[in-house]
């Protein structure tokens, strides 16, 4: 073995001194499996960063699983290293941002600057959170010069993650472009037009068709939407129109052109065939109207101005009266008659345009009508009978009735002599109720003698009806809503009876029996606000009462009324789910801003509690919950505004653009021009006037001094026509019933172009018309200005300076004898007929009635002339310009007949050969005839002689043969051969009236015999 050096001895000795101190550490760190590692906070999502970090050099580490989404919390991670040991991190993860969400930043006007909004931000967490615009940077290089869609970059960072997005913006010119965005043709003479944007007003000279007329315009509610009366337009044509100079807040805007097409006749015109009966007795006698109608598609509106337009009629059975009709006023009529049949039948009536002119030229050919008629035999048992087959309730106001057919009002209505259906109002019976107090009323039973219509039994109440309401989907079924006076017991059975007229006129029976079972209990729907101090609750069914708060402070009766609505038998409007509640003038919600009696923007309750419906009344199990509905009221900032309309020199009425309140004669300032161009108010004591409110939106101002008076022209030489003069209401005189709010200064001139303040007076009153009211003494007479007539005194009669009084108004009726003597009738003048509106230009005029007095009537019933004259004497303008004596030719018409049945009298049809001359047919009805319209009694057309139309060179007269008023003599004058020297019989329209209204009670089939001539 070789001996070592020093050296090397000396390094071995050191070495193993190391081992020997190495040794006891790395038996302890080999003994130490597992290793935790420094906690690192995780920032932008970064996890496999953090987890590199303060790791053994030298060691590789393949770490576990992690969670991305475990934010703003600490999770621990395990890894293995190369080393053979575990090691473990915590980690602690901030949140931080993913994106931004997409951003319209709308319209930005051309050359403006950009304004950073706030942006929405989504996080890793799954949340999104708004950023203020000061926590993020948008790029300073963005346009606003170039119109369009345009975008800027904006960028975000926070916790160690910076994203990036677009923001879009539009920039658009200061004022937005005008379009058309659509154009609709709605019939023949009418064209929709949809604007783009709202505009303020438009007029026919706005638009232009290029081929066509527009004649007016009509703007919308929406403000966009305008309708446009045309004329000029062909069938199925394209046109382009155009819009121009159209007010768009106060300024005039172009919104160009766009093109449409004009409908095709069929889309235009229907031509409606309706038969009076749905069925005739095949007996080759009975009959019925068919009336013809040229119908506007788009109105379902007869066209009154359609004239002279031919029909041609076919029948497949039974005979019309004519096979050619010329339409009048829209209209046409014809008679169908029966033919004798051992089996049913159906006839088919074909209708079509053979002949026209004019603009209605084009339907020829292309217009058609169609309906049917069944003929039934007399022997089947029942003709056209209604029956009833089952009746249900489930609400103790009403009952619906199920019948074997369909069903209208006419079975169960009544009708006047024109067709009108009938209301009665307490002992009052009427055609010609008003809509708008059609709660009032109930519908008058077709069947009202001994048996009802209707008839109802339950417990031994005593029902009132109070209408029929056809069902909606199930034309086999009718409502019958009765007077909330007296409804149904709950859960109790009701016998019903029912009385329908078939089509002969015969009164059929038929009943059925039901229990009332009402088991739902009423609630709340919707309540929705009206304006500003009204708000309707909709209730899932008829409500009888009910209990309400308003924001859950205000209650009934000192903040406000509740009404519940009814049945209305005139619109057939059922209101009995409704319930309407208007504030009270003391409702105050208590905020600066706060209106008496109005609601206040923003979000409003009303609590319904307390619900009852008519069930309640009879169960008390039939109580609604308390709900809680929510509505929102929308700011209306509109103050009333108003004109002037100057009538004569010495009134004026001023018209409110709202209903107003407030208003009165101390808030009126008559003003003149001063000579240095201001106004200054009048005083009352200089120029006196008076107030009367016409309507809620109209008053009228009189003077109560003449002008010569106020200016003392006798000495000054002046008069109105040297001065300026304006109406001023102060602001805050009037407040918008609507909203609350009240006007601004308005200043409303009197001398605007045309206003006859502008110029004297000279010209005397006229008489313009004269209206008799329907067969009375009474007549209006309307002057063509206001007047002023002689009273019990001259107050407020505005005398003219040196004027003592006015002369005594009178009226004479002046006319002719049966003898042709002239026969004067003094009248009187009562007073104003028209009051109402303060016009004082209608003058009440009247005859004496009196006992013994000579009347125009009486002249005229004695055969004397229907044409009289009117003569008002001393009648002056409010000015003083007295016209001697005004004059007006009138008609007095003959009273009609009593009314006696309309029937052809007892032995009233005979006929004569005459020889070789033509044949004649003479009826004699019991009262007078028409000899106009779809009655006419001249038109062949309402006979049949023989079972055939009358021949051509017919030719029919009226006469009166008796002292009655009315043409009660109906002579036919036929070719010579048309008679039967035997027997003939001659058939007359069954649904013939006189010429007061009555119904042609028959007989239809009349047998007569001939006189040979001598």
């Known amino acids: ?111 403006s600057e950009l304004e950073k909004p706030s942006i929405r931000v989504m996080y890793r967490d799954g949340k999104i959170y708004t950023q203020a615009p000061e926590r993020y940077t948008m790029s300073s290089n963005y346009n606003t010069k170039d119109e369009g869609k345009q975008e800027v970059l904006i960028s975000y960072n926070h916790n160690g993650n910076r994203i990036t997005s677009m923001l879009s913006y539009t920039v658009v010119d200061k004022a937005v472009a005008g379009a058309i965005s659509s154009v609709k043709a709605l019939g ?91 069925s005739l007795l095949a007996n080759g006698a009975d009959n019925t109207e068919v009336t013809l109608e040229l119908v506007d598609a788009a109105t379902g509106r007869v066209d009154a101005g359609a004239d002279n337009i031919v029909l041609d009629l076919n029948a497949t059975f039974g005979a019309l009266s004519s096979k050619r009709v010329t339409i009048q006023d829209g209209k046409a009529t014809v008679i169908l008659t029966s033919e004798f049949s051992n089996t049913g039948v159906t006839s088919k009536i074909d209708a079509q345009i053979i002949e026209a002119s004019g603009d209605y030229k084009a339907l020829i050919g292309k217009v058609a009508g169609t309906a049917n008629v069944s003929f039934v035999t007399s022997t089947s048992g029942s003709v056209d009978t209604i029956t009833l087959v089952n009746a249900e309730s489930n609400q103790a106001d009403r009952f619906t009735l199920f019948f074997d057919k369909a069903v209208s009002l006419d079975h169960f209505v009544a009708k006047d002599a024109s067709g009108k259906y009938l209301y009665t109002n307490g002992s009052t019976t009427t055609s010609s109720p008003v809509a708008a107090n059609g709660e009032a009323y109930s519908h008058a039973f077709r069947v009202n003698g001994t048996d009802k219509s209707v008839e109802i039994t339950q417990g031994g109440k005593t029902f009132t009806v109070k209408g029929f309401k056809p069902v909606a989907g199930n034309p086999k079924a009718m409502e019958v809503i009765l007077d909330k006076g007296v409804v149904l017991t709950d859960n109790a059975r009701v016998e019903v009876e029912v009385n329908t007229v078939n089509s002969i006129n015969k009164v059929t029976k038929s009943s059925a029996s039901f229990v009332v079972t009402d088991a739902r209990k009423p609630e709340a729907t919707s309540a929705t606000a009206e304006g500003l101090n009204t708000l309707k609750v909709k209730f899932s069914e008829a409500i009888s009462d009910a209990t309400f708060v308003l924001d859950g402070r205000f209650v009934e009766g000192s903040d406000f009324s509740a009404e519940f609505g009814d049945f209305n038998p005139v619109t057939l409007a059922d209101n009995r789910d409704l319930a309407t509640i208007s504030l009270s003038g003391t409702y105050n919600e208590g905020k600066s801003n706060s209106v008496l009696g109005y609601f206040g923007a923003g979000q409003h309750s009303v609590q319904i509690s307390s619900m009852k419906d008519f069930a309640y009344l009879t169960d008390t199990a039939n109580l609604g919950s308390t709900q809680n509905l929510y509505f929102s009221i929308v700011a209306d900032s509109a103050k009333p505004s108003a004109t002037v309309t100057v009538e004569s020199p010495e009134q004026f009425r001023v018209k409110f653009d709202k209903s107003v309140s407030g208003f009165e004669a101390a808030d009126i300032q008559v003003q003149r021009k001063a000579s240095n161009g201001s106004f200054v108010t009048v005083p009352v004591s200089q120029l006196p006037h008076k107030l009367t409110r016409i309507s809620a939106s109209e008053y009228v101002i009189e003077l109560t001094s003449d002008w010569t008076v106020i200016y003392d022209t006798a000495a000054s030489n002046k008069n109105y026509y040297n001065d300026e003069y304006r109406i001023f209401i102060a602001k805050e005189a009037v407040t918008n019933v609507a909203n609350g709010l009240k006007n601004d200064d308005l200043a409303l001139s009197l001398n605007y172009s045309g206003s006859p303040l502008n110029t004297p007076d000279v010209t005397s009153p006229i008489i313009s018309q004269i209206d008799r009211v329907a067969m009375t003494n009474r007549f209006a007479v309307t002057m063509s200005e206001p007047v002023k007539i002689a009273a019990a005194s001259d107050e407020d009669a505005t005398l003219a300076q040196g004027q003592a009084g006015l002369g005594g108004t009178t009226a004479q009726f002046i006319g002719k004898d049966k003898d042709g003597k ?168 069954k649904d013939l009236v006189s010429f007061d209204g009555s119904l042609f009670q028959g007989p239809v089939e009349n047998t007569f015999s001939v006189v040979a001539p001598n």
Do not use: C, H
């Open 1 to 111: 073995m070789a001996k070592k050096s020093f050296k090397l001895v000396k390094a071995s000795a050191a070495l193993a001194v190391t081992a020997a101190a190495l040794t006891p550490v790395m038996a302890a760190e080999a003994a130490t499996s597992t290793v935790e590692l420094k906690p690192e906070v995780v920032l932008g999502g970064k996890f496999k960063e953090a987890l590199a970090l303060n790791t053994p050099k030298g060691v590789e580490i393949k770490w576990g699983k992690y969670l991305v989404t475990a934010i703003n919390k600490w999770q621990t991670i395990k890894g293995q290293g190369s080393d053979g040991k575990t090691y473990i991190k915590k980690l602690y993860a901030r949140n931080y941002p993913l994106y931004i969400l997409e951003q319209d930043l709308g319209e930005v006007k051309a050359g």
């Open 188 to 278: 023949k003479t009418s064209v929709e037009v949809m604007l783009n944007q709202e505009v303020d007003s438009v007029s026919a000279s706005n638009f232009s068709i290029v081929g066509a007329n527009v004649t007016s315009a009509t703007l919308g509610a929406d403000k966009k939407t305008v309708k446009l009366e045309v004329s000029g337009l062909e069938y199925g044509q394209d046109y382009m129109l155009a819009a121009n100079n159209i007010m768009v807040k106060g300024e005039a805007k172009d919104f160009g052109s766009k093109a449409f097409k004009s409908l095709a006749v069929d889309e235009v015109w229907n031509l409606k065939v309706t038969p009076k009966a749905s």
């Open 822 to 989: 002239t026969v004067t009738i003094n009248g009187t003048v009562t007073g104003y007929a028209n009051n109402a509106n303060g016009m004082d230009n209608v003058l009440a005029v009247e005859w004496s009635n009196a006992s013994g007095a000579l009347t125009p009537q009486a002249v005229v019933d004695g055969g004397g002339s229907t044409e009289w004259t009117l003569v008002v004497r001393a009648v002056s303008d409010d000015v003083g310009n007295t016209a001697a004596s005004a004059t007006k030719s009138f008609t007095v018409a003959k009273s009609p007949a009593a009314n006696t049945p309309f029937a052809i009298a007892q032995n009233g049809v005979s006929g004569a050969l005459n020889g070789s001359a033509e044949d004649t047919v003479v009826i004699k009805f019991t009262e007078g005839v028409l000899t106009s319209g779809v009655s006419d009694a001249t038109n062949p057309a309402q006979y049949t002689l023989n079972g055939k139309t009358l021949p051509s060179g017919t030719s029919i007269r009226v006469a009166n043969n008796d002292s009655v008023a009315g043409f009660e003599t109906v002579t036919i004058t036929l070719p010579d051969g048309t008679l039967n020297a035997a027997s003939n019989v001659v058939t007359v329209n």
